[in-house]
């Protein structure tokens, strides 16, 4: 298995408890700006683009969780961290959840928005292989067209998301399909995992839906579970002071051990 990790594009604000935070297909960091006026000031918050997206490297191959959680502690060790909180986005929350497998000791909390841990059906498995394919003819506007009006249920968030998505690399975004794609279920050993977790799920979200997210914060071992009722798949954009409230809560409960 290739685990070479890539630099990856940050950014930062606040001192305290290092927090991470890893973004969803196909965005980049600054889907999380509307919460940084809500979140606490104990923490220093660190803003991410993963691999293919934003500003960070796209090399070439299928974009695995486990890679993505490789590159994540890649960037712990360059900043020196040993332990952090991991907020993972949809794409992000699958990527967290590998890292939370493959390195539980540098884990002390996770916070889960809009994700789940089960693999993808069939179907959704083949539609992921049909978009890559009609990126690679198309260009990022099949994904740009197809996702934005239907990760929101802010009709203003619509063209700011497609412009954000369009920015990306068609390279980067096929093999994040691909890597989604073959994710391994984590269902099986989600109960393993023994930091605090909250799962924050909007009730409106189509992209995951809400049962995937009960069904998560039941398996964990020490989790609550946040529903936003009218939210859809992007709670940081459409309910940005309840997201930061979960995992203010969550970030607090980790620095008072
Ligand atoms: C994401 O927002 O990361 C994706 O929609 C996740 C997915 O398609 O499973």
């Known amino acids: ?9 940050y950014e930062e604000s606040g001192t305290g408890y290092p927090v991470i935070f890893l973004h969803g ?15 606490t000031d104990k923490a220093h918050l660190i803003f991410t683009d993963l691999r293919g997206h934003g500003r960070s490297p796209v090399p070439d191959g299928n974009y695995s969780m486990r890679l993505l959680a490789e590159d994540v502690l890649n960037l712990m060790n360059t900043l020196k961290i040993e332990t952090a909180v991991l907020v993972g986005h949809s794409m992000g929350g699958y990527a967290s959840l590998a890292f939370a497998q ?8 996770l916070g889960l928005v809009c994700t789940q841990a089960g693999a993808d059906a069939p179907e959704r498995r083949q539609a992921r292989y049909q978009l890559a394919e009609e990126v690679g003819r198309k260009g990022i506007k099949a ?3 197809n996702m934005a009006p239907r990760v929101t249920r802010n009709p203003e968030q619509v063209k700011p ?6 920015q990306n690399n068609p390279k980067g975004i096929i093999a994040s399909l691909k890597g989604m794609a073959e994710r391994p279920d984590a269902l099986g050993w989600l109960s393993a995992i023994s930091t605090p977790a909250v ?3 909007g009730e409106a979200d189509v992209f995951v839906p809400l049962e995937r997210a009960r069904t998560m914060a039941q398996l964990l071992g020490k989790a609550w579970l946040v529903e936003l009722p009218g939210v859809g798949h992007m709670p940081m954009l459409d309910a940005p002071q309840a997201t930061a409230d979960a995992l203010n809560q969550l970030i607090q409960m980790v620095i008072s051990g």
């Open 161 to 166: 998301l497609q412009k954000l998505i369009m």
């Open 199 to 201: 799962v924050v799920a």
């Open 102 to 109: 493959a390195y539980p000791h540098r884990l002390a909390g």
């Open 1 to 9: 298995m290739n685990l070479i990790p890539v630099q990856l594009y």
């Open 25 to 39: 297909f196909p965005f980049d960091h600054t889907i999380w700006e509307p919460l940084v006026p809500f979140m």
């Open 143 to 145: 994904v740009a067209e």
